[in-house]
């Protein structure tokens, strides 16, 4: 009897013990991803605790770093506040009012994220040559991130449960009184994630405030390296954006928070009843009207205008040797990105606990990290490690793997949404059929997870085609995309050169854009 009770709690602790293993093994499939996201990051601190504390201590002392620390903290502050005021009101509008063609006026509020803000800088600074300093990079940066808050707040009024708003009306509050107190309440867990990644994106840009001349910790990092060849001052002003940003990322983290999040879902399916604004109307389009020529009309005219000049005296194999060189390398980005991203994402949609939530947020560290910072951090790599730099020095996968870094979220993100969706009891009854790991991953698993694969890999082709700072201090010698070539000819004023890459850049985003602003907007009617 005491034989056949050890052997029964022997098959009970069985399956126990095999989920464990097979948890731990699918965790060690998550491992190159980890390594990959750690690498720029613990470098950048290593090299940076190797310089010694007298030389950290000087860099600190310095006015330079206090300068560069107001400046970025200020001109991060005023766009936040700006696209947290623009992005709600323009969700609001478009999506809770009486207003006409709402599809239309929802794609052109979020039509400004297809134009990548070294783009607008671009566009602006052709338009006006004399345009420089904080309020032009203040408006630039505004214009082009202000969707970043309204596509969250749009979606979230889609959502929110119009019952509470009724009950506010029923005890007599008026519809703008309403807005206040409970509509702007539901909504404030999305609008300030997405004021947050405003903030991020403020604090990650280098190519609109070196168009426009107004520096920051990006550009002042850039500066130290490229022009004074000062290592450790690059070192230093690195590793505090780092922090700042790291800061960022958790205050976006604790937004975002489950137990942040308030009531949604509409229990009773029906949509909230639109705000009549009367008399109010006209303001309304006047408002929108000129929100979108400042975000969409200075571009296009001044893109169009340069474009015509630059297209009769563009070098055509320059172009598209160009184009050519972003797509091969935006591709092999998109494609090493799955490949790492596909196990962390079946692994953290499956398992809940301590482990899968860290490594979700050590791949989220790239989210935080500027692209001239993982530049940095992998230049000074490849500089210091012998068989790095025989190897990979100023060479394309040294390229490839820096754009991976800082877009495994956008990976992740995708491919974790649809391995969330895919019922694991699919892969059960496979496993119950004979079917082994291999089998059940080709048969079941990547099928059900094709689409977020997909997702990510777009998401990452098209960004990495875009990104500037990154690729300006990764690239191998002679090697030119379209974002570098803009670069090279905006800091020279040619901008009838530069016009035709921009022109290609702006054509190349905007069709993802518009789909996603149908997919959040389509609740709407016309």
């Not at 210091?384 to 025989?390: F, G, L, Q, S, T």
Request: charged share 15%; aromatic share 10%; net charge positive.
């Amino acid at each position: 009897m005491t034989d056949l009770e050890g052997r029964g709690r022997a098959a009970t602790r069985l399956p126990a013990l095999l989920r464990r293993t097979g948890r731990a093994a699918a965790w060690l499939w998550c491992l190159p991803a980890v390594i990959a996201a750690l690498v720029p990051l613990v470098y950048l601190a290593w090299r940076t605790a190797e310089a010694g504390g007298a030389a950290v201590r000087d860099q600190l002392s310095r006015p330079r770093l206090a300068e560069m620390t107001a400046n970025t903290l200020l001109l991060s502050a005023t766009v936040t506040a700006a696209c947290l005021v623009l992005g709600t009101a323009t969700a609001y509008l478009i999506s809770r009012t009486d207003l006409r063609a709402r599809t239309a006026l929802n794609l052109a509020a979020a039509l400004p994220l297809a134009v990548p803000t070294y783009v607008a800088a671009f566009a602006w600074r052709a338009a006006f040559p004399e345009a420089a300093g904080f309020w032009i990079c203040a408006l630039v940066l505004t214009v082009s991130s202000f969707p970043y808050v309204h596509l969250p707040v749009a979606a979230a009024l889609s959502r929110t449960d119009p019952a509470i708003e009724e009950q506010a009306r029923i005890l007599g509050d008026g519809p703008w009184r309403t807005f206040f107190k409970v509509t702007l309440r539901q909504v404030a867990p999305a609008a300030g994630a997405g004021g947050l990644l405003c903030a991020l994106y403020v604090f990650h840009d280098f190519g609109a405030v070196s168009i426009l001349r107004y520096e920051t910790f990006t550009t002042a990092i850039y500066s130290a390296w490229r022009l004074g060849f000062d290592r450790t001052g690059a070192l230093v002003l690195s590793t505090a954006l780092a922090v700042l940003a790291l800061l960022l990322l958790g205050g976006e983290w604790a937004a975002t928070a489950p137990g942040s999040r308030a009531r949604l879902e509409s229990a009773s399916g029906r949509e909230p009843a639109r705000t009549r604004l009367g008399r109010a109307a006209p303001l309304a389009y006047l408002g929108l009207a000129a929100l979108t020529a400042f975000s969409l009309g200075v571009p296009a005219w001044s893109l169009v205008r340069w474009t015509l000049e630059g297209v009769s005296t563009a070098d055509p194999a320059e172009v598209w040797s160009a184009a050519w060189t972003s797509l091969s390398l935006a591709a092999a980005a998109a494609a090493l990105v799955v490949v790492l991203v596909v196990p962390v994402g079946l692994y953290v949609a499956r398992h809940r606990g301590v482990l899968p939530a860290a490594t979700e947020r050590v791949i989220y560290l790239g989210y935080a990290l500027p692209g001239v910072v993982i530049g940095l951090s992998l230049v000074f790599l490849a500089i210091n490690v012998d068989w790095v730099y025989e190897r990979f020095y100023q060479s394309a996968p040294l390229l490839v793997f820096g754009y991976a870094v800082l877009l495994l979220p956008l990976g992740l993100g995708a491919v974790k949404a649809s391995a969330a969706q895919a019922s694991p009891q699919l892969g059960q009854v496979a496993a119950s059929l004979g079917a082994g790991p291999a089998k059940r991953f080709a048969t079941v698993t990547l099928p059900l997870t094709a689409p977020g694969i997909a997702a990510g890999a777009a998401l990452v082709f098209l960004t990495a085609m875009k990104e500037l700072p990154a690729t300006l201090l990764l690239r191998p010698a002679g090697t030119e995309t379209l974002a570098t070539r803009l670069w090279t000819y905006t800091d020279i004023a040619a901008f009838s050169a530069a016009a035709p890459y921009a022109a290609l850049i702006v054509a190349a985003s905007a069709v993802p854009i518009w789909l996603l602003s149908r997919r959040i907007g389509g609740s709407g009617h016309e």
